[in-house]
Each structure stands twice: as structure tokens, then as C-alpha cells.
């Protein structure tokens, strides 16, 4: 097996937020229509803006550059987390949806920060 990143598609930390965007998308489509251009877009901006910025931070030729998308991922995923709980509060989220996309959220961000560990080691090696 090949483990070779070539991509970002590659990156276990953008496939685990797409995974993210699809299924915030596929809530939120279930919410009242009132909410299309408040909470729903919010929270649909916020879970797409992950894997963008994961995968803008990919295309940057610098670790320190890719470092600092990485970091405006983690502010992308806890807006996120704190849309989740609004929502769950006004119960637009049951408690199956909510533990789910809380799931996912919090495999993306276990993985963004490996990827963010990981690429700060090239920015300053140990020598």
C-alpha cells in the first residue's frame, strides 16, 4: 500500500471533514425553511470552510503557511461545535443527530491536530 500524499484528498484530516460538510448538509436540510438563511448557512459555511482551509493549507509551499490555515480550521470546527449546541438546545438537532456530527467533529479536530503537530515539527526541527 501506497501512503504517499499527493493530494489533499490524501489527508485522513479532509476526508474525516468532508465527511463532516455531507452530513451537515444533510441535517440541516431538515430544518424549518425560516432558518435557510440564518443558522443553516452559518453552519454550513463553517463546516465547508474546514476542509477549505485544510485543504488551502495543502497548497501553500511553506509549513509555516500551512500551519496557520490549519489553525483557522480549528476555529472552523469549534464555530462549529457551538452551532451544534445551539441547535441541539432548540431542538433542531435530536440527540442521535447531535452525538453523530459531535462524533465526527471531534475525529476531524483529532486528526487536524496530528496534521498540525505533525507539520510544525518541519517549521522548527530538532537539531
Known sequence: MNSTIKEFTDLNAWKEGHKLVLDVYKVTS?????ETYSI???MRRAASSIAANIA???GRH????KVQFYDLTQGSL??????MIILRDVNYLKPNQFEQLKAQADLAHKLL???ITKSKT??????
Request: aromatic residues 16%.
Open 78 to 83: 469549534t464555530e462549529l461545535k457551538n452551532f
Open 62 to 65: 511553506s509549513y509555516k503557511e
Open 122 to 127: 518541519f517549521i522548527n526541527p530538532k537539531s
Open 113 to 115: 491536530q496530528g496534521l
Open 56 to 58: 488551502e493549507g495543502f
Open 40 to 42: 443553516t448557512d452559518q
Open 30 to 34: 431538515e430544518f424549518p425553511p425560516r
